[in-house]
C-alpha cells in the first residue's frame, strides 16, 4: 500500500530558530502534497496544498513567509517553520495524493503521514 | 474554516456494544470520509461515501449520507477495546483538498 514517511517525528528547538519537516512518499509520486497542524486534542487544520513544482497555496490566515514550503520533486515536499515561537508548537501531519489521477470529480485517496510533534522552548 | 461538526465530542462504551458518531457539514460535497486517529498518531482512512450513495458497509463499520441534510453518520459495531481512538470526518470539496470535521474521541472499555 501507499507509504507516507515524516521525518523527523519529534522535534524540540528554541524560540528563533527554524525547524524543517520532510514529507515522502515512499513508493508513489505525489503531485499534491498538503500540509496540516493539529493542536492537542482538535481537529487538523489544512495549512497548505503543494503542488510539485509550483509554488503552495496556503489556507486564510496561515502565514507564508512563516510556514516556508517547497515540493521540489514528486516524492518530497518540505516544511520549513521559520523563527519558531511556543505557539507554533503543535503536531504537523502531511499527506500525499497520487498523481495517477486528477480529476475533481474523481476521488483521490490521500495517504497520511504519521506526523511530526513539534515543541518551541 | 472548519466545516464538520462531530457528536458526541466523546463517547464511552462497553466492548460489544455499537458506537456511532454523527458529522454534520456546510456545504456541498463531492464525497465524505472517515478517518481514524490513534493518540498521536496519524490518520487512517476508515471508509468513504460518495456524493450520490447513501449507504455503505465495510466489516463492522456502516456509514450513511443525507446531502439533504447534509449529515453522515459513522457506526461501529461490536466495538472492541481496540477501536479506542478519535474519528473524524472530513468533507472533500474538489481535488482531494479535505475539510476535518472537530472528531469524536471513542473510548471502549473491556
Known sequence: GAVVSQHPSRVICKSGTSVKIECRSLDFQATTMFWYRQFPKQSLMLMATSNEGSKATYEQGVEKDKFLINHASLTLSTLTVTSAHPEDSSFYICSARDRTSGSSSSYNEQFFGPGTRLTVL | ?110
Not at chain 2, 54 to 68: A, I, M, P
Request: glycine letters at 8%; aromatic letters at 6%; proline letters at 2%.
Open chain 2, 1 to 110: 474554516s472548519q466545516q464538520g461538526e462531530e457528536d458526541p465530542q466523546a463517547l464511552s462504551i462497553q466492548e460489544g456494544e455499537n458506537a456511532t458518531m454523527n458529522c454534520s457539514y456546510k456545504t456541498s460535497i463531492n464525497n465524505l470520509q472517515w478517518y481514524r486517529q490513534n493518540s498521536g498518531r496519524g490518520l487512517v482512512h476508515l471508509i468513504l461515501i460518495r456524493s450520490n450513495e447513501r449507504e455503505k458497509h465495510s466489516g463492522r463499520l456502516r456509514v450513511t449520507l443525507d446531502t439533504s441534510k447534509k449529515s453522515s453518520s459513522l457506526l461501529i459495531t461490536a466495538s472492541r477495546a481496540a477501536d479506542t481512538a478519535s474519528y473524524f470526518c472530513a468533507t472533500d470539496r474538489g481535488y482531494s483538498t479535505l475539510t476535518f470535521g472537530k472528531g469524536t474521541m471513542l473510548l471502549v472499555s473491556p
